[in-house]
């Protein structure tokens, strides 16, 4: 967490580094990809794959999601908070949906089992983040020709 956090702060006009918990919901997030592509891989192994396919292609989507999300904490100069808010407002909620999924296989796979709980963890760590972030002005939507 040292190197998350000391790249965070290298910039002095870093402002996602003002927020508190930014170092740790990059490694949740980091921690979350790992666990959904490892789940993910486990699944096209498993004898009974058809089943599984919901639980598989959830993983693979999550997994994608946090990835994301982590690129958008980790670039810290000039964000728009509209952005940043949706993005860990989609990540909550794929990472729900594929807890979700993998519960429904976890007693027989431990894969599934590890899947669940870190997607679990990681969307109470997103959603604390979410609720540290500045409120953007309102806007006015954009007009389309």
């Not at 993910?40 to 009974?48: L, M």
């Not at 994608?64 to 958008?72: L, N, R």
């Amino acid at each position: 967490m040292q190197l998350v956090d000391a790249h965070l702060r290298s910039e002095p006009r870093a402002a996602l580094a003002s927020l508190n918990g930014v170092p740790e919901t990059i490694l949740a997030l980091l921690e979350c990809t790992h666990a959904c592509l490892a789940c993910a891989d486990a699944c096209t192994s498993e004898p009974a794959r058809i089943p599984m396919w919901r639980c598989l292609r959830l993983s693979l989507d999550c997994a994608a999601i946090c990835g994301a999300t982590t690129s958008v904490l980790s670039r810290t100069v000039e964000p728009d908070w509209r952005v940043v808010g949706a993005q860990l407002q989609t990540c909550i909620i794929a990472c729900d949906a594929t807890a979700d999924a993998c519960d429904d296989h976890s007693l027989d796979h431990a894969h599934c089992r590890i899947a669940a709980e870190t997607c679990r963890t990681t969307a109470r760590v997103c959603s604390r983040l979410m609720s540290t972030i500045p409120t953007p002005p309102a806007t006015p939507p954009s007009e389309y020709p």
